[in-house]
């Protein structure tokens, strides 16, 4: 005989937006906290990605064209191609080349010294300017999951307390707290995972820029020494 009263099947999923609502205030203030802070990794993921490879190819192309050419003010013409980091480290070699050629006599092992010196500040300020906003990165993987731990602990003790309250530990009573709870560690886990990931690839991707550049720098330096060798002293 079939029942008369229709039965409420139980929910077969997690919906994270009720767990949220259902949560205390305190808990969701740490989910708030937790998503925009993994919104902000994920901007920086993608304006890093689309920076270095926009960087990759300008630079291998100025580099080609630079070595090819044989009038520099005519390649280094324009804004654009000045806003490269290999173009800066040109600049800041040529600079220093012009200052310690000016006077005479010409000390020809501090120029090559202080143009080395020149190329490498440079570089370490390219280097610099790209990993900026990678701290963030670092702080969001070492932090997150603690932030996360912190909403679970504070959701578990309000599940106590509501034992305590209503004088039952049923299984109906503290579930949905410590489910709550679970939800914050799980978006600690969300934001603090690509945060770490990114951060280890980038790294790794501003130091091989960074090699690059001293790469360049190397053998500019060395053009630069040849030409120094025909400057009369």
Do not use: C
């Not at 203030?29 to 990794?41: D, E, F, H, N, Y």
């Not at 300020?125 to 906003?133: C, F, I, T, V």
Request: proline share 4%; aromatic share 10%.
């Amino acid at each position: 005989m079939t029942s008369l009263f229709l039965t409420v099947a139980p929910p077969t999923r997690l919906d994270p937006v009720e767990l949220f609502l259902m949560a205390d205030i305190v808990v969701q203030a740490v989910m708030i906290g937790l998503i925009l802070a993994s919104i902000w990794v994920w901007a920086i993921i993608i304006s890093f990605i689309l920076r270095m490879n926009r960087l990759r190819s300008s630079t291998r192309r100025f580099e080609e064209a630079f070595w090819r050419s044989d009038d520099y003010e005519a390649l280094m013409s324009g804004k654009r191609k000045r806003d490269l980091p290999s173009a800066r480290v040109v600049d800041a070699a040529v600079a220093e080349w012009r200052r310690s050629t000016k006077s005479q006599p010409i000390d020809r092992d501090g120029t090559r010294e202080r143009v080395a010196g020149a190329m490498d500040n440079q570089i370490a300020e390219e280097a610099d300017s790209l990993s900026e906003r990678l701290s963030f990165l670092a702080t969001v993987g070492a932090v997150a999951p603690f932030v996360g731990l912190f909403g679970t602990v504070w959701g578990i003790m309000n599940s106590f307390f509501q034992i305590g309250a209503q004088e039952s530990s049923s299984l109906a009573v503290v579930a949905p707290g410590i489910s709550e709870a679970l939800f914050a560690t799980a978006i600690g886990l969300f934001a603090a995972i690509p945060a770490v990931i990114a951060y280890n690839r980038f790294s790794d991707q501003v130091n091989r820029f960074e090699a690059r550049l001293q790469r360049f720098a190397g053998r500019f330096h060395a053009s630069l020494s040849r030409e120094l060798e025909k400057v009369p002293a």
